[in-house]
């Protein structure tokens, strides 16, 4: 018998990346408790080479491009993710986004238009397209806040991030108490910055971080039973 929490179970992925990023932990961590995985990125070749990694390891896993910020693209996404898997998800791990600093003062509204896109946008697209499946499955959203959307954190130079990610936060609690009735449930890690090879190259190896192992072991708790029935909850991070 298998006694993986996640074994057989389906799990999206968005914002899969490239080796050495946090999607790369998360979605190990995912398949070696059991989860198929439907790995999603912008790039296909990012997601192909992640679904083939996983494979590697002996877990079922597909690759798909998307760009989020795009409605059709979204629903066709979803309608090809409901026919591969049976018409539920289990989970769906939202990681898809991007960071970029902002003065309130100095930057053009391109720069938030992107950081509400990236973040903000791509996260309610997807909640919004994939949520008959995970209402099939009673199931779970993870979503990803940052440390700096938190009370009394530093915003300074980052207004559009910040105001994007606390916009998840938002988000995820409307999906929480919408769907409760629905036995789906809504949670949000936020994490410090997570080392990973970029992060370090840009902010030293000194710097403080969450390790990319401690967040991919928590996306995975919240995926499963165990975690049930929190939801609504925002998880702080380093």
């Given at each position: 018998m298998d006694h993986r929490p996640l074994s057989g179970r389906s799990v999206l992925v968005t914002g899969i990346g490239r080796e050495g990023q946090v999607g790369e932990a998360v979605a190990a961590a995912l398949a070696d408790a059991g989860a198929v995985i439907a790995a999603v990125d912008l790039l296909s070749d990012a997601s192909e080479a992640r679904a083939a990694a996983l494979?590697?390891?002996?877990?079922?896993?597909?690759?798909f491009a998307c760009d989020l910020t795009?409605?059709?693209?979204?629903?066709?996404?979803?309608?090809t993710i409901a026919s591969s898997y049976d018409n539920r998800l289990d989970a769906l791990v939202h990681l898809a986004g991007g960071f970029g600093m902002s003065s309130v003062a100095d930057s053009a509204p391109a720069v938030w238009q992107k950081q509400l896109a990236l973040n903000l946008t791509t996260a309610a697209l997807t909640a919004r397209a994939f949520l008959p499946l995970v209402r099939a499955a009673h199931g779970a959203f993870v979503f990803f806040g940052s440390a700096s959307a938190l009370p009394g954190a530093s915003v300074a130079n980052m207004a559009a991030y910040v105001t994007a990610?606390?916009?998840?936060?938002?988000l995820m609690r409307a999906i929480a108490e919408e769907e409760r009735a629905n036995g789906v449930r809504a949670n949000a890690l936020a994490p410090i910055s997570i080392r990973t090879a970029a992060n370090e190259k840009t902010m030293g190896s000194d710097a403080r971080y969450v390790e990319r192992e401690d967040v991919a072991r928590m996306v995975a708790w919240l995926c499963s039973d165990a975690s049930k029935p929190m939801t609504g909850q925002v998880i702080a991070l380093g």
């Open positions: 494979r590697a390891r002996g877990a079922r896993a597909d690759a795009n409605e059709g693209a979204v629903q066709t996404l979803a309608e990610k606390s916009g998840v936060l938002t």
